[in-house]
């Protein structure tokens, strides 16, 4: 199911969990061709695994399948990635960066849903990396060419994308059949899966064939004054074409042009991806399933299958408990769904249908408690419901900083050791854990140092573990730059309201919950060493940031910078002090940022061996990161 996360937010979690997101939503695009996230999100999640961590091996591999190939093979020019663009104002934003006069041309070509792929003239391979891919030449006997005038064998040199013509797929491939006897589900799951056979001997038998479309075959062009007035009638005719696309790429006309403005670490300046956006298809809502938050249940429509872009959609978010009264949305009704630049569908709206089931719930799947409707939201407010529990302290654990602790333990642990409350998590010790299935002597003895270590913690993570609805660590951190915790219980809803970023509805969660936490807290406050943030000399220093691949692990640096009176972070924005670079000439995207933004940027190399004297104070950045936990999904009609 799907993962709930606001992917926009993604501070505070690790960088093994977005590295395991990743790999997830990699298995479910390229081998169960059932994405769950939209293109805007998964570039969200690189994004983040990129500022924790740029050196990451997943930064090298994203969007490209696994295939069974022969060898490595180097580009003699590389195949890098195009920066992307998700509606018409960002492409014009773009193509404003660039023109030159108003009648600066731009050249658009569709954007195969495939696999980027080059052939020199004898050896056929894949993008991988950019700079070097896998060699899939022996795949060649199952490929056509379609360039501009021809079609036919794969006899001539090409850099284009392996995909599976639509017509081909309804029709050939109705009777193809993978390995296990069963057929393709899509297009996309067909070339993936045939590109990872290491013989293709069968496919051979059924008579399969991939397409190999040229990028430069089918071309629009037009001039920056016409795009935006052209722009819908282009969309129209390249959308219409028989090839699985997941949007359009626009280049600057003119090569030398384009070529002379250079490129970032991952992409040419001169070129950009367009993603599709607005497809809808009707389909019959068959039931609704609620998945647990640490706050509210989320409703999540079950469907008829139905396909969009190539993709068979089973699943849509109705958001919220609201937006199924506001829309009127029962079981049975025909329902517009819409994949809107790729991301995860939604309903738009419904039609009655023939029979009609209330699809909201008024009973708590797993402890039968009559639940609460808290506009907009359903909740259940049963303290001892099992699920509500779960995700409550799975989120606290995170806030806290224990990160080996996932879902599945932590179930493990409420029913085998009786643990209920993040205090029971500290008191654990390596008895306890190793009781635990799959846990050896080193993986308990891991958790058991890690627990240890939370105890370690900040005034604000402390904060943030509470659960308090709309209250993360980032707002904790802004909140107690100006009270201490002490003093915060202390006050009144008026004075809560008035702290920048609360206003009256956090102000009320918040008063309400240390209220109804207090022994809890006091009991919390017994089992760590805190760490307050009013004062802490820590939240006016310079900050400092480090990019690139360096000899010692970033920790290192991180230690001298802190030595020198620096705070380390991993972003780069417009109050960030210095940029320390591995390679200045790099152009990362650490680094184009840095530069926007006027920051100081210097070598490693300058940095080490300067005075490490300290830059002007600046501002925290005053951001809500609470973002939604992983889901558990019960389905359900209403109960009385």
């Not at 924790?52 to 590389?78: C, E």
């Not at 590109?195 to 629009?220: C, H, P, W």
């Not at 299935?437 to 308990?444: D, N, V």
């Not at 006016?540 to 990019?547: G, V």
Request: proline residues 5%; charged residues 30%.
């Amino acid at each position: 199911m799907s993962e709930l996360i606001d992917y926009k937010n993604l501070d505070g979690i690790s960088e093994n969990e977005i590295a395991r997101l990743i790999e997830y939503h990699d298995k479910r695009y390229w081998e169960l061709g059932e994405p769950e996230i939209s293109d805007e999100e998964y570039d969200l999640l690189a994004r983040q695994l990129e500022k924790l961590n740029p050196d990451h091996p997943l930064l090298l591999r994203l969007g490209s399948p696994s295939v069974a190939g022969t060898g490595k093979v180097r580009h003699k020019k590389p195949m890098l990635s195009l920066d992307k663009a998700y509606s018409l104002e960002e492409l014009l934003e773009w193509a404003k960066k660039y023109v030159r006069n108003p009648d600066e041309e731009f050249i658009i070509q569709p954007k195969y849903d495939g696999i980027s792929a080059n052939f020199d003239g004898s050896v056929l391979a894949t993008r991988g990396d950019g700079e070097e891919g896998e060699n899939i030449t022996d795949k060649i006997p199952l490929i056509e060419l379609e360039s501009a005038g021809y079609k036919g064998p794969l006899k001539r040199q090409a850099r284009g994308e392996i995909v599976i013509r639509n017509d081909d797929f309804k029709t050939r491939y109705s009777s193809i059949t993978k390995k296990d006897g069963n057929p393709y589900k899509n297009s996309r799951n067909a070339v993936a899966g045939i590109m990872g056979l290491k013989d293709i001997a069968d496919m051979k038998r059924q008579n399969a064939k991939l397409t190999f479309v040229d990028y430069e075959m089918i071309s629009e062009k037009v001039s920056f004054h016409e795009f935006r007035e052209r722009w819908p009638a282009i969309l129209e005719n390249l959308e219409n074409l028989p090839y699985p696309m997941d949007g359009l790429v626009v280049k600057l006309a003119d090569e030398k042009y384009s070529e002379s403005l250079g490129f970032t670490a991952h992409h040419p300046r001169g070129q950009i991806a367009f993603k599709f956006s607005g497809v809808r298809k009707t389909s019959t809502l068959l039931d609704v399933e609620w998945s647990f938050g640490k706050n509210c249940l989320t409703p999540v429509a079950e469907l008829e299958p139905v396909e969009i872009g190539g993709i068979t959609i089973r699943h849509a978010t109705l958001h919220n408990a609201q937006n199924i009264k506001d829309k009127d949305i029962k079981i049975g009704d025909t329902i517009t769904v819409e994949r809107a630049g790729d991301v995860i569908p939604y309903v738009i709206n419904a039609i009655p249908g023939e029979t009609r089931k209330d699809a909201l719930i008024s009973i708590c799947p797993c402890c039968k408690a009559e639940l609460v409707f808290e506009k907009p939201e359903l909740r259940c407010v049963n303290p001892e419901c099992f699920e509500t529990r779960v995700q409550r302290l799975l989120a606290a654990v995170r806030n806290i900083g224990i990160e080996r602790l996932g879902e599945p333990n932590i179930r493990r642990m409420m029913t085998k050791l009786n643990v209920k409350t993040l205090r029971d998590i500290f008191e654990l010790g390596f008895d306890d854990i190793v009781k635990l299935e799959g846990f050896k002597e080193k993986s308990a003895n891991n958790l058991v140092s890690e627990i240890k270590n939370a105890r370690k913690t900040t005034d604000f993570q402390l904060l943030a573990s509470l659960n308090i609805q709309g209250i993360g660590k980032n707002l904790a951190k802004s909140i107690l730059t100006e009270y201490t915790l002490d003093g915060l219980r202390k006050l009144d809803i008026e004075k809560l309201s008035s702290i920048d970023g609360v206003g009256p509805e956090r102000a009320f969660a918040i008063e309400k919950e240390l209220k109804d936490q207090s022994v809890f807290i006091d009991e919390l406050l017994q089992c760590v060493e805190l760490a307050q943030t009013k004062g802490s000399s820590e939240i006016n220093l310079p900050t400092i940031c480090f990019t690139g691949k360096m000899p010692e692990k970033r920790s290192y640096y991180e230690g001298i910078a802190k030595s020198r009176g620096y705070s380390p972070v991993d972003t780069v924005s417009s109050e960030l002090s210095i940029l320390v670079a591995a390679d200045i000439s790099s152009g990362s995207s650490k680094i184009e940022k840095a530069r926007a933004f006027g920051v100081k940027l210097i070598s490693l190399d300058e940095w080490l061996s300067s005075s490490g004297n300290t830059a002007a104070p600046v501002s925290p950045e005053k951001k809500n990161d609470d973002f939604m936990d992983l889901p558990l999904f019960f389905s359900g009609n209403s109960e009385g």
